[in-house]
């Protein structure tokens, strides 16, 4: 629009005619987000018109009227209009309009009138919430109806709702000597403010209330900041009030007097609520004030299970009870430093919203944040289970508090968007012990891994080699004890290698043993009707392989198949099977036959133009047993093993094997003061100390 019709606008803005004034305003709300537009509009006399539609029209003029005043604000421009008899008409249009176009525009003003408290007005000094205080005094219904219009199905007057909640937050926090922001922030919580954010943030509609909800989850971190930051002084009505609660809610029942009946001082008042000392103010030195709530919240929300857990703790030796007070600060530091309060959220929700992406939006947003105070008692209450179940003494509390900061990690920190608090607080409690303690030490060879890469890495495929080893030996030595395998009726080419004295049986055997020699060179074999008692010795098998001979050994065993059964239960089902053996597990052994002794490497018969034959094939009657074999042989032929079962006991030697040598770190390779070497004094000649064992960090 170019300016010599802003005069015409501004006439029409004034005319007697319903129609006309709407079409003007809503030209006008296109047009005014320009800078030099609305110098021009206000030096024209356009802003008395805006002001006295904003007063009186209804319907789609008063919302067009609306959105344009608040563009108008939104550059610092016009608020010399905007008086107290503007701002209460607003607000009972947020109170009482049905219009939801009406009610964007208007929560759009209101946030622009909270958000800008250093505007050019008659009163210096006030406020952004002081100059609405007044309206909102006279009609109590309207945060409660703004806390309503959060969940509306319209995006954007549920964005501008959240938005002004924020700026009203915003103010209050940065204004705490002319406003009780603690009262306003509960009245706000009581109103149901976190329930209707949280369903946002798990919500489809992220994406459209991205900004609105991420400025609240970063006033969520500056609200934690500031209590924080508030130290813990009895002189302060509400702090002693909060400590004192502490300590009635604990029950101590008649703790307090002598078989007399006179009042005396429990030396213990304190401690044995879990303090260190009998002065706990002192001890919200890190946590601040939000420790202090964060401890109270637990108490007073559960004073039974509280009073009960203290009685269970009294039964205990005192070096063994767990120390509630202080657990509780540590899950309050653990949470504080998890969510990183202490660093602004606001440059990374620019970042993010920017890449629209929705990936990066669930990374963004962490609705657990908002429940707090709920990921607060589950994860005291982990921290007591913890306890109990490594049946901790005083000096193990770090160790707990570290189990637990993975713990939240673990749960918290890899929880979608979309994951419930109901069901976080379950995971909490149920996490298995066991699987937290694998999880410490996979961080534990991270943390190693960080610092000496290179070396660590050396050293774990030192270890990984020598196991390696290890179960190349574990599994031939299988193969020289020996095995019994269930012998194939169908007997033809395929059950081993064909003999005139095979060729002369009439009636098939039902078992075969099978044993590699001492010189680990050939493979001796012989058929039997029943399995005996004691294994036949190794000059009783008449049948034998020279290995130099074997060119492949293939199996139908899976690398994945996980291990059935036991050697012991592998036995007790052979010997239930005996009368019909059966199995379809089959290793089967080719080779050259006739190439003899001299011909060691098999490339060479296969060059010289002999078939390849099925010299043995063995049917093992368990995982266990197929792979003690299957690999055994390909080892013995210096082939990489390919069961799971194999695969799996290399790894976990090998695994111990760093777990060991990072638990045996030397001190001063982990930049610790050496140990004190043990005086000899009163020591003869042939006494030493062997100080090599010494275990750091366990």
Known sequence: MDTTSIPDLIDRLGSDEESVRKMAV?????????????????????????????????????AYCLTSLSRLLELDKGWDHVTDDLIKRIVELVVAQPLVNVNRGAMSVLAAIVGHPQHRHSQPGATGFQRLKPAVEQHPQFLPM?????????????????????????D????????????????????????????????????????????????????????????????????????RGLHAASNPGKEGTDPKGSKRQNPAKWRRLGFDTESPAWEFETTGF?????????????????????????????????????????????????????????????????????????????????????????GLNAFIRLWNAAEAQSEDFDKIEELVRILIEQIVGQAPRTREIKDVEVELAEFDIQRLRELQMELLELTYEDAWGHHLRQVRDELNHEALQFV????????????????????????????????????????????????????????FDEKTAVEPRLDALEEKIDLSIVSSVVSNVSASAPSSSSSDSTLTTVQQKQQAPSTSTKITIH?????????????????????????????????????????GLLMLLNQQPITADTNKLVSLIGGYGLKIRLLNVRFEDVGMEEPVLPSREGVDDDYYYDIGGIEAGV
């Open 172 to 243: 209050a926090i940065a204004n705490d000597a002319d406003f009780e922001w603690p009262r306003f922030i509960k009245q706000l919580q009581e109103l149901g403010v976190i329930k209707s954010v949280y369903g946002l943030m798990q919500s489809s509609a992220v994406q459209d209330l991205a900004h609105p909800l991420l400025e609240f989850q970063a006033l969520t971190k500056v609200l934690l900041r500031k209590w924080r930051e508030e130290k813990v002084d009895l002189e302060k009505p509400d702090h002693r009030r909060a400590i």
């Open 290 to 378: 939000l420790g202090l709530m964060d401890l109270t919240d637990f108490v007073y929300k559960n004073e039974d299970g509280f009073q009960k857990l203290l009685l269970e703790q009294s039964a205990e030796a005192e070096e063994q009870r767990c120390p509630i007070a202080r657990a509780s600060l540590a899950v309050t530091s653990v949470l504080y430093e998890h969510f990183e309060v202490d660093k602004s959220d606001e440059d990374d929700a620019h970042r993010y919203v920017s890449m629209e992406s929705r990936t990066n939006f669930d990374r963004a947003f962490k609705p657990l944040l908002l429940h707090w105070s709920r990921l607060h008692t589950s």
């Open 591 to 631: 080779g050259y036959l006739g190439a003899g002794s001299h011909a060691r490497n098999t490339s060479d018969a296969s060059s010289s133009g002999q078939k390849e034959s099925v010299l043995l094939q063995l049917h093992p009657q368990s995982h266990t047993l197929a792979s003690e074999w299957l690999d």
């Open 146 to 170: 703004l806390v309503e219009k959060i969940t509306s199905a319209d995006h954007a007057l549920c964005a501008n709702s959240l938005h002004l909640i924020n700026s009203l937050m915003r």
């Open 26 to 62: 809503f030209k006008l709300q296109n047009a005014i987000g320009d800078p030099s537009f609305a110098d021009i509009f206000i030096h024209e006399g356009g802003l008395p018109k805006l002001r006295f539609l904003a007063l009186h029209s209804t319907g789609n003029t008063l």
């Open 472 to 527: 190349k030996e574990q599994r031939i030595r299988c193969l020289l004890q020996g095995a019994w395998f269930p012998q194939t009726m169908n007997y033809g080419a395929d059950s081993g290698p064909i003999t005139s004295k095979s060729l002369n049986r009439t009636v098939p055997s039902a078992w075969r043993f099978v044993r590699l020699s001492h010189n680990r060179r050939h493979l001796h074999y012989a058929d």
